[in-house]
């Protein structure tokens, strides 16, 4: 049985990270979203709301888990016993930083394997950082992420971000 990883911080999880991880899914036995609790950038979406948003996106898939972790990437693989790290690709751009991750991961880890997908071709566009970025200027962003994900963002831009407005999947 092969466990792979797919790690990220998901603020917030696009169609692009949802296609990778139905497709991961259709390859790997198990498959473990790894949600990043503290990555080196400004997040939008606290730890577990951007569990609950990955959580609700992907609930059909029913060899798929989501999990926080912090610390080192390899050392949550061997946690929660992954032998591979899945990781999308984009553009050029993406693969040089892939690479040198794979190489620091490789280092730290050499019986973890890294399984680079090929984001399709409808997402090669697609980030989270500039999902947010059109949300934040008013822009609609529907076609880019799942719809419980454009009403977050809709809560977190237009102010109505408090506990009574938050769905229950979004309870911790």
């Known amino acids: 049985m092969t466990t792979a990883l797919y790690p990220g911080s998901f603020d917030p999880p696009t169609n692009g990270h949802v296609d990778i991880v139905t497709r991961a899914a259709a390859v790997f036995d ?4 790894g949600v990043y609790d503290t990555p ?26 989501v999990m926080s972790f912090s ?9 929660v016993g992954a032998k591979v790290l899945v990781r999308g690709l984009r553009a050029l751009s993406d693969f040089e930083m892939e690479l040198q991750m794979a ?9 973890i394997e890294v399984v680079c997908l090929m984001t399709s071709p409808q997402y090669t566009f697609l980030s989270a950082s500039l999902t ?3 949300r934040k200027l008013g822009g609609d962003v529907r076609n880019l992420v799942p719809t419980h994900i454009a009403d977050a963002l809709d809560r977190k831009f237009d102010g109505r971000d408090n506990s009574d407005t ?3 999947f979004l309870e911790t």
């Open 30 to 33: 198990k498959v473990v979203v």
């Open 40 to 65: 080196a950038k400004t997040l939008l979406f606290n730890t577990s709301e951007r569990v609950a948003l990955m959580r609700e996106a992907i609930k059909d898939l029913p060899n798929v888990k």
């Open 71 to 79: 610390g080192l990437t390899v050392d949550f693989a061997r946690e």
């Open 103 to 111: 190489s620091m991961n490789r280092n730290l880890d050499p019986n």
């Open 132 to 134: 947010k970025e059109i």
């Open 166 to 168: 938050i769905p229950r």
